[in-house]
């Protein structure tokens, strides 16, 4: 089946700081990818999305790119706030609407 | 963006009593509405997709007696835990959407659900 495996947390990071989260997958054929942030006391959000293979998707300073060839959708950052303190969860889909969340990774910035 | 609400935010219960979850959409109108559970430190799980109006369709796995799912209106759906125990306990989502499409669903905050 289809599954997502994103890098364990927590992880802890100066203001500034570089952040890369990886994401990889298993799936059959090419799925659209998303990256979903959740912040304290909210619900997820959409924060970038790639549909098909070499796709970058960016939003807020953030990026992934989908590699085919490495089954692979990681996040970066070139420099993180305070604000970008949350929960991160990869996510894949086949033109359908379930989703298929990898479990989350904690993100803590500071000052 | 579109605002999707829960209520309970956190709720403790005995064993053997239901609960019951609302997922509003305040907002916009929800043709199709998610419910999602997450245990700690994983992924979230598809539990079931309602459409307003029609029956639930639960995922494999799902008790659909167990975990009730109401989708009256296109701004509610409920989800009921009946006879809930303790391995029911997890952290409820629900997300809402229109035309199903997965790039507009929008997310509630979550339930803590704790059966004692």
């Known amino acids: 089946g289809n599954s997502v495996t994103q890098m364990e947390g927590p992880v802890t990071l100066s203001e500034e700081a570089f952040l890369t989260i990886n994401c990889t997958y298993t799936a059959t054929g090419y799925p659209s990818l998303f990256w979903y942030v959740q912040y304290p006391g909210e619900g997820l959000q959409l924060l970038l999305k790639a549909t098909k293979a070499d796709d970058k998707g960016s939003n807020k300073g953030f990026e992934a790119t989908y590699r085919k060839e490495t089954t692979s959708f990681h996040l970066e950052k070139g420099s993180v706030q305070v604000s970008d303190s949350a929960v991160y969860f990869c996510a894949l889909t086949f033109n359908d609407y379930k989703l298929s969340f990898g479990a989350g990774t904690t993100v803590t910035v500071r000052a | 963006g579109a605002v999707v609400s829960q209520h309970p935010s956190w709720v403790i219960c005995k064993s053997g009593t239901s609960v019951k979850i609302e997922c509003r959409s305040l907002?916009?109108?929800?043709?199709?509405m998610f419910w999602y559970r997450q245990f700690p430190k994983q992924s979230l799980m598809l539990m079931a997709t309602s459409n307003e109006g029609s029956k639930a369709t639960y995922e494999q796995g799902v008790e659909k007696d167990k975990f009730l799912i109401n989708h009256a209106s296109l701004t509610l759906s409920t989800l009921t835990v009946t006879s809930a125990h303790p391995e029911d306990s997890s952290f409820y989502i629900c997300?809402?959407?229109?035309?199903?499409?997965?790039?507009?669903?929008?997310f509630g905050p979550g339930t803590r659900l704790t059966v004692l």
């Open positions: 997300s809402a959407s229109w035309r199903g499409r997965t790039d507009t669903q929008y």
């Open positions: 907002d916009f109108q929800a043709t199709t």
